[in-house]
């Protein structure tokens, strides 16, 4: 799998010969490229007014000097031509670190209602798609602080968020946050599968009844989603589809209890 510096490097017609060849050829072969090719060229996705106003903060500097360092043959940008996808890359490389400021701008991206055809999930599923383990290896995990997390989220959803109920089994809890979507507050409550790696529950008022559990698959994720009288859930991963199933039907139970 190629970087996504590479790939945004491809995109803008920075790359050349071999390089440019090669890159082309695993578009063309391989489905994982492909797909995140794809995700890349959306032009239609407003990355750079999401995060303008952390973007004064961003180490650009820094980050433009050891992307100029990479192995492949990238020419230098005119300093004209301001903002390339690829510098603006490297700002948000640096903006990851910033945490809750990054999620908030990125699910405000999108303004559609929650309650109609999936578009919700089809947002965290976008956003989570960019979740490495790295994202979430060091953060503190301690049971009081998630506990205190987990108060703050049910106190803004109106429900109650008890951590023995949203505890998966031999997976870590990470972390807990409200972010927000269609001006609504939508609860995170981030994990980190030793084998599959991210993974993330998320939960948004919803006024459209009970429903089953369904799953879908989005931006190569497996999703299991359903409804009560007063929330929408979804659990998200890569999990294989059974297993993620089961450990919802947990998270499902524990809080209908």
């Known amino acids: 799998m190629p970087s996504d510096e590479l790939l945004v490097a491809y995109l803008d017609g920075e790359l050349a010969g071999t390089e440019r060849a090669r890159i082309e050829s695993l578009i063309e072969t391989d489905d994982a490229v492909a797909a995140r090719y794809e995700f890349l060229s959306r032009s239609e996705m407003a990355f750079y007014d999401a995060f303008e106003p952390l973007l004064a903060n961003a180490p650009t500097a820094k980050l433009e000097a050891i992307l100029s360092g990479l192995d492949s043959p990238v020419a230098a940008e005119p300093a004209s031509r301001g903002w390339s996808r690829r510098g603006f890359m490297a700002a948000a490389v640096g903006l990851f670190f910033v945490g809750v400021a990054a999620d908030r701008g990125f699910l405000a991206l999108k303004q559609a209602s929650g309650d109609h055809a999936g578009d919700w999930r089809a947002v965290v599923a976008e956003y989570l798609s960019l979740y490495t383990p790295d994202t979430l290896a060091n953060l503190a995990s301690d049971e009081q602080s998630q506990s205190a997390q987990l108060k703050t989220v049910g106190d803004r959803l109106g429900i109650s968020l008890p951590l023995e109920a949203v505890s998966l089994p031999g997976i870590a809890l990470k972390r807990a946050q409200v972010l927000q979507y ?47 009288e007063a929330h929408g859930y979804m ?17 499902r139970a524990a809080l209908a209890a």
């Open 235 to 251: 659990l998200i991963g890569r999990n294989p589809t059974d297993r993620l199933k089961d450990l919802a039907e947990g998270v």
């Open 182 to 228: 269609d001006d609504k507050p939508l609860g995170q409550i981030a994990y980190l599968d030793p084998e599959h790696g991210p993974m993330a529950l998320c939960i948004v008022q919803s006024s459209s009844g009970p429903h089953s559990p369904e799953t879908e698959r989005r931006h190569g994720m497996n999703v299991v989603y359903w409804s009560d």
